[in-house]
């Protein structure tokens, strides 16, 4: 609904926070296909924690809630490329990194770079 809404409004941003919640596989796929589409006409945040969402986007930033001397604070980082891989890596295997899951977000983003080549 909202990337039709955006097309006949001319919204210039779109904001999705856990769009994807309950998908995943092909699914969590198509919904990062389609934001990826809207990403053309328009800037796209979307708060994801799926790999598959997350290695479509043109850039990638680590959100994480740090408390502090009791007070709670949001820090945000940009991540590099190898900061997206190790990221991806979580996401994909939990806490540890592995040099498996390493490898399976490096492809990811390999993948994701043809996809959004074709589209």
């Known amino acids: 609904m909202k990337s039709i809404f955006a097309r006949h409004d001319n919204v210039p941003v779109l904001i999705f926070d856990e769009v994807d919640t309950g ?5 969590a796929q ?3 296909e389609k934001l990826f589409r809207l990403s053309r006409t ?5 708060i994801t924690h ?11 930033y680590l959100i994480e809630k740090i408390v502090a001397d009791g007070r709670t604070m ?13 990221e991806l890596a979580r996401m994909l295997g939990g806490v540890e990194i592995t040099e498996k899951t390493q490898h399976h977000a490096q492809e990811m ?7 959004k ?3």
């Open 23 to 27: 998908v995943s596989g092909r699914a």
């Open 30 to 32: 198509s919904i990062a």
């Open 42 to 46: 328009c800037q796209v945040f979307s």
């Open 50 to 60: 799926l790999p598959q969402v997350a290695c479509m986007a043109d850039q990638q």
């Open 74 to 86: 949001t820090q945000i980082e940009e991540l590099s490329e190898e900061g997206r891989v190790d």
């Open 109 to 115: 983003l390999k993948l994701a770079a043809v996809q």
């Open 117 to 119: 080549d074709s589209i």
